[in-house]
C-alpha cells in the first residue's frame, strides 16, 4: 500500500487542472477500499492454506478413493480330504447371472425378456433388484444361480441382446460324496450382521459365505483363503479407465481328516438301513484318530447353498429326529449297559471284587423299599464277571456297584473319558453327565440316595454320555489303558503345498498298571459278548475276525402304561435306545466303534449289525487276503 | 482514430499489460490440462487463442481513443446493450434452461456480459458529473438505480442471477465508493433488505434455492449441489503444497469435477499446481487488480477515476465469488474467475475492461486541449 501511495504523491504535482481537492478525497477513499479488498484476498489465502496444506492429506485419500474402485476376487475355499486323500469337499464354479445396472437403460423390458430364458418370474428378479437398491450402480447384482448349460449357452450366445447382463464365474462347494458326513463338513451360510461387526470386519463384505456350522466354521479362517482384489482407475460416471494393479486371491488351505471315507460311507448307508437315527463313531486304538464320524438323519447340504429357505429350516427344526443336531457329540444319551465296564473296572480296582467273585442273580435285588430288576426276568444265577458282562446281568453289577459307592464309580468313568469333553476339535461338544454325591448336591440341593448308585452302575439315572465318549472310553480299553485325544484333523496345507497345521497322535494319559491288568479281564468279558454263545452281541460276529463288544439298552422312559405292550408297538419315542460298543481285533485292538440308535430297542439286535457292516468293510482286504490264502494252502 | 503518437507508447501502462499475459498464459495452460479429455470439434484451447487475439484487438481499439469519448458516446452505449438484452429474450439462443446468446455465427454474444461493462461506464459517467458535497442523497440516487435496475430486470429474466447480481454489486461498489448520505445509507440498506427477502420467496427458483441451502448445510445433500462443492474441495485439497503435477489431477480429468473448465477452472490449477502455484496465480492475479487502483488513483479525472475502479471491482468481486465458491464458502452461482475461467463473451468484456483501465492510465498526464490535438 505504501508503495501505491508514495507513486500517486508522485504524481501529484503534475495533476493541475479539475477540482485537486475532491480528486484527493476520491484517491483516499480508494486505499481504504483496497483494505476491504485485502480483507477478502486474505480470507482466500487462509481458506487456501486450510484445504491444500491443513487438510491436504484428507482431501488427497477422498480424491483416490474417488478415482480408484477396488474390487475383491473371492478366493476358492480349501478342499477336504479324507485320510486316503480322497476329495470330500472341492470346489465347482457356479455360472450366475448378474445385472449391471450402469450397463442397461431398459432394465423393465431386459427382465422380461431374461425371466423367459431363466424360467424365473419377472418379479423374483425384480426382487433380488430391490435388494440391492442401495448399492452403486456398477455393482453387479445377483439374478439367478447356479445356470444350467443349456441357459448359460443361449446367454452366451444371444449377449447382444441383454445388454447389463453378465455371467459371472463363482466358485461353489462340491461334495463328492453327496451328504456323506454332511454334519462334519458343515456348510456356508451369508455372513451374519453380528459376524461382520466382529473382529473379522476388514476381511468380510455384506453377501460373502462364511462357515456356518461343521469344519466349514471351525476351520474358516484356513478354508477362506485370502480375497484377490482389482484396483482400476475409475472416471466419474463409473467406466473404468485403467487397471492399476491385480491381486491373485490365494485358495483357502486343504485340510486333510482323519475320516475313511468309505468306512464313513459303509456306516451311514448301514444306519440308512431301517431309517435308523442316530450316531456311529469309529476310532483308532492306536492313534485315537476319528475314523468315522457319522449322524443321521443326514443334512441335505445342497439346501443350505445360497442360504436355506425357511420352510425347509422349519422341517428341520420340527423333525423328530432333531437332523440339525450332530449326535455324534452334541447329543447326551445315558449309556445303559455299556457302562458296565466302568462298574467293573471300579470293582475290580478297588478290590471290590476280583474276576472269580461270584453274585447269585435271582432276577431282582431288594434294595431299600423297592424291587432292582435284571433284564431277564428268570435270573442268571450264579454269575462271575466274564459271564456277568457277556450276559450283561444286572443284579451282579447293582450289588458291585453298591459296594463301590457313587464317587468310586464317577472316578472311574472319569479315568475312562466319560463325563468330560474330548476336546476332539468338534463344536458345541457335550460334556455328558457322571453323577456324584458332591454334583448332586450341588445341582439338586438333595442328599445323594443310595439306591441311585444301582441305577448308576447300570447306566441308568443321571448317567449321560455322548456317542464319541462311548468310543474313546472302548478305545481306552482295547489299548489296554492308553488315552490318546481324539482327532479329526490330520494336517492342514496351504495353497504352496506347505503344512500349515499337522496333528500327531497325543496320549493323554495312561492307567495304572494295576488298572490295565483289569482292564483285559474286562476285554475278556468283551470277546465273551460277541464271540460266547450266550453272548448279548452275538450278531456283530464277522468269521475271520475276534471281535469284542459290550450292548446296552438305554431306557427313555419307565412308563407303567406302555409296560405290558409288546416292544414294536411302544410308540417310537418312548422305545429304548440302542447302543453297541465294540473293538477288534480282540487280540491286537485296532479300532473302536460305538454306535448309538435312537429308540432302536436293544443293543444287540438295534447297533451291534451297524457295527458289523463297519467292521466287515474295515477287515475286508485282510479277510480277503486270507480267504485267498486258505484257498492255496488247501 | 488510430493515431497514437509516440507519447502513448512511452506512456502505454506495460506493467499491466506484462501482468495481464501472464494470467491469460496460465489460464491458457490450465485450459489446456481441463480439457484434454474432452473430445469435441476444435480443442478449447485454439479457441481460446482466437478468442485472446480478438480480445488483444479491441484492447488496442479501446486504448486508440480517449476515454473521454466513453462520456460522450454514454447515452448510445446503455441503449444499444439494451437494446441486444431485449434482443436476446426473443432471439436467444437457450442453453441449460436459459436465454443467454445472440448467435453470431463465429461467436456466442453474452450481451449481459457486455451490460457489465455499460454499467460501469454509465454509473462513472453520471457520478463523474454530479459532484455533490457530503455524500449522495436519495433523490441523487433516482437516476443510477433506474440505469442498473432495467438491465438488471432483463438480465434477471433470461434467467441469469449469477450476471444480474453482479450489477448490482458493481452498482453498490461504485455507489458507495462515490460517497453516499448517512440517510442513503438507511434507505438502500432497509430497501435492499426487503428485495432480498421478495426475491428469495417470489424470483429464485428452486434449484437456486437449494443451492443456498445446501452451502448452509453442505451434510444435507451429498450428491445433488453438495456434491459439485464437495468434488471441488477434495480437487483443491488433494492439490497439497506442489500440486498433483500438470496434467496428472484425477479429480480434473476423471471428470468427477464439474464445469472444470469454466467457473471451476481454478480448481483444476488448484490440483495440479498446489498451494505454491495458487500462491503464483493469486499474487500476480491480485497484483494486477492492485496495479488497477493505482490506475485509478493515477486518473487525471474523475470519470476516469470512476471507470477504473468499476472495472477493478466488476474483476475483483466476480474473482471473490468464484473462488469463494470453489473453497467452499459460496453457494454455486455461476460467476466465471475473469480471465482464467473459459467464457468467451466474459473473457472478452473483461479484455475491454482491462483496456479501458490502459485508456485511463495512458492518458493521465493529458489535459483537455491535447486531447483535442490527437482527436485532430
Not at chain 1, 425347509?312 to 443336531?325: G, V
Not at chain 2, 482466437?50 to 481513443?65: A, D, E, K
Request: proline share 3%.
Amino acid at each position: 500500500m505504501s508503495m501505491l501511495k508514495w507513486a500517486f504523491l508522485e504524481e501529484l504535482g503534475e495533476i493541475s487542472e479539475y477540482d485537486q481537492a475532491d480528486l484527493d478525497a476520491l484517491r483516499k477513499r480508494i486505499l481504504w477500499v483496497s483494505l476491504v479488498g485485502l480483507f477478502f484476498v486474505g480470507m482466500i489465502f487462509f481458506r487456501l492454506w486450510f484445504l491444500q496444506i491443513h487438510k491436504g492429506e484428507v482431501y488427497r485419500e477422498k480424491a483416490e478413493n474417488n478415482r480408484v474402485r477396488v474390487r475383491e476376487l473371492a478366493p476358492p475355499r480349501g478342499d477336504i480330504l479324507d485320510r486316503n486323500g480322497k476329495e470330500l469337499v472341492t470346489n465347482k464354479p457356479s455360472f450366475n447371472v448378474v445385472l449391471v445396472r450402469e450397463d442397461s437403460n431398459d432394465i423393465d423390458g431386459l427382465l422380461k425378456k431374461l425371466s423367459v430364458v431363466l424360467n424365473e418370474d419377472v418379479s423374483v428378479l425384480w426382487e433380488r433388484i430391490r435388494e440391492a437398491e442401495s448399492k452403486q450402480r456398477h455393482i453387479p447384482i445377483r439374478l439367478q444361480e447356479n445356470l444350467s448349460w443349456d441357459t448359460l449357452a443361449y446367454l452366451e450366445t444371444h449377449n447382444k441382446d441383454f445388454p447389463g447382463i453378465r455371467i459371472e464365474v463363482f466358485p461353489t462347494r462340491y461334495y463328492h460324496y453327496g451328504d456323506m458326513a454332511a454334519h462334519v463338513i458343515g456348510y456356508l451360510g451369508e455372513i451374519a450382521k453380528s459376524e461382520l461387526e466382529a473382529d473379522d470386519a476388514d476381511f468380510y463384505r455384506g453377501g460373502d459365505l462364511v462357515g456356518k456350522m461343521g469344519l466349514e466354521k471351525l476351520w474358516e479362517k484356513k478354508l477362506r483363503g485370502e480375497k484377490g482384489r482389482d484396483s482400476s482407475e475409475v472416471n466419474a460416471r463409473g467406466f473404468e479407465q485403467q487397471l492399476l494393479s491385480h491381486m491373485e486371491p490365494v485358495p483357502g488351505d486343504e485340510v486333510r481328516l482323519t475320516l475313511d471315507m468309505e468306512l464313513q460311507q459303509a456306516a451311514e448307508e448301514a444306519m440308512d438301513v431301517g431309517e435308523k437315527s442316530g450316531a456311529v463313531v469309529v476310532m483308532e486304538v492306536k492313534t485315537g484318530r476319528i475314523l468315522v464320524l457319522a449322524s443321521t438323519p443326514r443334512l441335505h447340504l445342497a439346501d443350505f447353498e445360497g442360504g436355506i429357505s425357511q420352510a425347509n429350516w422349519k422341517a428341520l427344526q420340527d423333525n423328530p429326529k432333531h437332523p440339525l443336531i450332530n449326535k455324534a457329540f452334541q447329543a447326551m444319551y445315558p449309556p445303559g449297559s455299556t457302562y458296565k465296564m466302568v462298574t467293573a473296572l471300579a470293582g475290580l480296582a478297588t478290590g471290590v471284587i476280583t474276576k472269580d467273585t461270584t453274585f447269585h442273580c435271582g432276577g431282582s435285588i431288594h434294595f431299600g423299599n423297592r424291587d432292582y430288576h435284571c433284564w431277564r426276568k428268570g435270573g442268571h444265577g450264579t454269575v462271575d464277571l466274564m459271564r456277568a458282562i457277556s450276559e450283561s446281568c444286572d443284579v451282579y453289577f447293582y450289588q458291585v456297584g453298591m459296594k463301590v459307592g457313587v464317587d468310586n464309580l464317577a472316578k472311574y468313568a472319569n479315568k475312562l473319558g466319560l463325563g468330560l469333553k474330548t476336546n476332539a476339535l468338534v463344536e458345541y461338544e457335550k460334556a455328558g453327565i457322571i453323577p456324584t454325591r458332591e454334583w448332586k448336591k450341588k445341582k439338586y440341593g438333595v442328599k445323594w440316595q443310595d439306591g441311585e448308585t444301582l441305577s448308576i452302575a447300570i447306566g441308568q439315572g443321571f448317567n449321560l454320555v455322548t456317542p464319541l465318549q462311548l468310543c474313546h472310553m472302548t478305545a481306552i480299553i482295547a489299548s489296554g489303558g492308553k488315552k490318546y485325544l481324539p482327532q479329526l484333523i490330520e494336517k492342514v496345507t496351504n495353497s504352496e503345498g506347505q503344512v500349515t497345521a499337522s496333528f500327531a497322535p497325543e496320549l493323554l494319559g495312561e492307567l495304572q498298571d494295576e488298572e490295565k491288568k483289569y482292564l483285559a479281564m474286562i476285554r475278556e468279558g468283551m470277546v465273551e459278548v460277541v464271540q460266547g454263545a450266550r453272548g448279548t452281541a452275538r450278531a456283530a460276529r464277522v468269521p475271520g475276525i475276534t471281535i469284542a463288544g459290550k450292548t446296552g439298552t438305554a431306557q427313555v422312559v419307565r412308563l407303567e402304561q406302555y409296560k405290558h405292550l409288546k416292544e414294536e408297538n411302544i410308540p417310537y419315542k418312548y422305545r429304548d435306545h440302542a447302543l453297541f460298543i465294540s473293538f477288534a481285533p480282540a487280540e491286537d485292538p485296532e479300532i473302536a466303534i460305538a454306535v448309538v440308535v435312537e429308540h432302536g430297542l436293544h443293543g444287540g439286535s438295534g447297533a451291534a449289525p451297524v457295527a458289523k457292516v463297519v467292521m466287515q468293510k474295515y477287515f475286508a482286504n485282510r479277510l480277503a487276503v486270507d480267504a485267498i490264502r486258505k484257498s492255496v494252502e488247501q | 482514430m488510430f493515431s497514437i503518437d509516440r507519447r502513448f507508447l512511452v506512456n502505454f501502462d506495460w506493467v499491466l499489460l506484462i501482468l495481464l499475459v501472464m494470467v491469460c498464459g496460465m489460464a491458457l495452460v490450465n485450459l489446456y490440462s481441463a480439457t484434454f479429455s474432452l473430445h469435441i470439434g476444435i480443442p478449447l484451447y485454439i479457441k481460446q487463442c482466437y478468442l485472446l487475439l480478438m480480445g488483444g484487438m479491441g484492447i488496442v481499439f479501446v486504448v486508440s481513443f480517449d476515454y473521454k469519448e466513453l462520456q460522450l458516446w454514454n447515452y448510445l452505449i446503455y441503449m444499444a446493450t439494451i437494446a441486444l438484452l431485449a434482443l436476446v429474450i426473443f432471439v436467444g439462443d437457450s442453453a441449460k434452461g436459459a436465454q443467454r446468446w445472440i448467435n453470431l455465427g463465429f461467436f456466442q454474444l453474452q450481451p449481459s456480459e457486455l451490460a457489465k461493462l455499460m454499467i460501469i461506464i454509465s454509473l462513472a459517467s453520471y457520478y463523474a458529473r454530479k459532484e455533490v458535497v457530503d455524500g449522495y442523497r436519495i433523490k441523487d440516487l433516482i437516476v443510477p438505480i433506474i440505469l442498473m435496475a432495467i438491465p438488471f430486470t432483463l438480465i434477471l429474466i433470461q434467467p441469469d442471477l449469477g450476471t444480474a447480481l453482479m450489477l448490482v454489486i458493481i452498482f453498490i461498489s461504485m455507489t458507495v465508493f462515490a460517497r453516499l448520505h448517512w440517510s442513503s445509507y438507511l434507505v438502500l440498506g432497509v430497501s435492499g433488505m426487503i428485495m432480498v427477502a421478495l426475491g428469495w420467496m417470489f424470483v429464485l427458483k428452486p434449484y437456486q434455492k437449494q443451492r443456498v441451502e445446501t452451502l448452509l448445510n453442505p451434510a444435507q445433500d451429498a450428491s445433488g449441489s453438495g456434491y459439485q462443492i464437495l468434488q471441488s474441495k477434495i480437487a483443491v485439497g488433494s492439490g497439497g503444497w506442489f500440486g498433483r503435477g500438470y496434467m496428472e489431477g484425477t479429480q480434473g480429468h476423471l471428470h468427477f469435477l464439474p464445469e472444470r473448465h469454466t467457473d471451476f477452472a481454478f480448481a483444476v490449477w488448484s490440483e495440479e499446481w498446489g498451494f505454491s502455484g495458487c500462491l503464483f496465480f493469486l499474487a500476480v492475479y491480485f497484483f494486477m487488480l492492485a496495479w488497477g487502483l493505482h490506475v485509478a488513483m493515477s486518473a487525471r479525472d474523475r470519470f476516469g477515476l470512476f471507470l477504473a475502479f468499476g472495472v477493478v471491482a466488476l474483476i475483483f468481486w466476480q474473482a471473490v465469488i468464484n473462488l469463494l465458491m470453489i473453497l467452499g464458502f459460496l453457494p454455486v452461482v455461476g460467476v466465471p474467475l475473469p480471465l482464467f475461467s473459459y467464457g468467451g463473451s466474459s473473457l472478452l468484456t473483461t479484455l475491454l475492461g482491462i483496456g479501458i483501465m490502459m485508456n485511463v492510465r495512458m492518458r493521465r498526464f493529458q489535459s483537455e486541449s491535447t486531447l483535442k490535438d490527437s482527436d485532430g
